[in-house]
């Protein structure tokens, strides 16, 4: 995705919540916190020297900035005279999708190109626009210091007249789960080569046992903190948002994803509401089942969108609880519902596969536990962690042809968008478990 085609999207709903990653001793004085240390054992002239996914995360401590749960971010600074270049040779990964994207120091995404986009080197194969899906080519491309031009080269993304950006490799929903690169092949990540030299790459971090995380138990336990002296402004029932990424949405966003997020709150768990759980029911978009075999190109034919999740997140710290995919749901006649709770009032098994419904944990802290903000400031119980959720919802390449995408309504009036979206336009409320039971999804509300 070219910048011509993200400054498209300005114009959209401006509140928007998405992922992104990256780090250099230089952004320590600009307030980037966790963002200014390299990963163990990796130095900051190294590439790709912050990764960021739950599963490979001991402390949480890059757990910000709402990454997608099933997604790896591999992320570095790198500057560069006005003209010059920088070349990034790397093989296509066995995922749903991936993407090269560069920012600014405030946040905003000024050049991307997304895996449908790049030509694949001479002899070689693009798995995301046709043919094999097992053969993973390799590309080269090359990121240039300079304007963003109306018709931008092939395999080139832009500094939009920048010196210094950072430079982020995404990786979404791999098809081996236990590889976060998505690929047994060497290299593992890609290569970035400045001035001649090709940079040393730190190597990925491997997934961790969830005992070895903070984030790997906070679906086993119900909240025992306390409120938080931050307050957020909540509604029942929640308010859904809905933001189309452009080079003005904050955290950094995918410029190939467009996002719909709703703040939840416990304060509706107590009296006189005494509710213990929230849901969110919608229809599901079709997707390419990478992960059953499928190719990730039947998007761009008979597909909606690449990718789809829901994710439950933390916002005061702006970590991930957990995520479920399209894939991992279990829709009821192209129906999704996804139940919000403590592990206590989590429905029965029998109970979600009746109404076709998907558990994610509201999100609970031990006491001894601590977790980190964007500032990498440690947060604790104490501070009222996980009391409340955010949930975000996100559309990855939607199919141009599918006219009721967050994409293709995001220019409509905000008043006009639940009727275009129709059915794909999620409901969402608070309920009880004892309503839930007998009720699935119509439990919203009573």
Known sequence: ?????????????????????????A??????????????SCTDVQAWYGQQNIQSEPTGMRNIAYPEGNATYWAGLITGALGSSVTIKGQFPAARYMGIQVYDIEHNVRGAIGDQEINPDSGSNNPYRSGSTTALGTYTVKLVFGATPSTPAPNTIYSDGLTEVGLVYRVYYANNVKSLYGSTTSPKLPKIKQNGVTLSTCAPRPILPKSDTVNGHIDKYDFTGTIPLDTRPVTNPPSLLLSI???????????????????ISRQFMTAPYDYNMVVMR???????????????????????VRFWSVCENEPLTTGVARCVADGQTQPLDGTVTVVFSDPSNKPSSSQLQTWGASWLPFGALLDTDVVYNLDGEPKTNADGIYYYGFILYRQTLANPSWTQSMASVGQLPRSQVKAAMGDYYPTIGYCRKSDFKTLGAGCIGL
């Open 1 to 25: 995705m070219q910048m011509s085609s993200i400054m498209a999207r300005v114009g959209a709903l401006p509140i928007s919540i998405a992922a992104m990653l990256f780090c250099a001793p």
């Open 27 to 40: 952004l320590a004085q600009s307030g980037w916190g966790v963002w200014a240390t390299p990963d163990a």
């Open 245 to 263: 990424t452009n080079p003005f949405t904050p955290f950094y966003p995918s410029a190939d994803n467009n996002y719909m997020s709703a703040l």
């Open 282 to 304: 919608m229809r599901a978009p079709t997707f390419p089942n990478t992960q059953a075999g499928e190719a990730p190109w039947l998007a761009t034919t008979d597909r909606q």
